[in-house]
């Protein structure tokens, strides 16, 4: 089994910053793919960025220009840099990691259990 835990979340004012961590642990052969993702209770969730194990990236058309999402691939570890927060950023964010936990094993997709993150004045 694989743990994804996610810290960073809280408070900010609109036009603020935040930096989401999310450290992976457990039976981890190689990290695929690394994602965050953002939902309200009864929507669906939403891909606000992705990167790949060589470092591609891609992101939200809601968020572009605004996040960075990095990884630390000897630690395990997936940031998102949220810049410029609107109201609108107001969401419990996900992390998401699709992992091989042996060298001849599928992937596996795991989630973190979600740190929210409220911009208001």
């Known amino acids: 089994q694989v743990q994804l835990v996610e810290s960073g979340g809280g408070l900010v004012q609109p036009g603020g910053s935040l930096t989401l961590s999310c450290a992976a642990s457990g039976s981890i052969f190689s990290i695929q793919a690394m994602a965050w993702y953002r939902q309200v209770p009864g929507k669906q969730r939403e891909l606000v960025a992705h990167?790949?194990?060589?470092?591609?990236?891609n992101y939200a058309d809601s968020v572009k220009g605004r996040f960075t999402i990095s990884r630390d691939n000897a630690k395990n570890t997936v940031f998102l840099q949220m810049n410029s927060l609107k109201p609108e950023d107001t969401f419990v964010y996900y992390c998401n990691g699709v992992v091989k936990n042996t060298r001849s094993g599928p992937p596996n997709d795991y989630w973190g259990q979600g740190i929210q993150v409220t911009v208001s004045s």
């Open positions: 990167i790949t194990s060589g470092g591609s990236t």
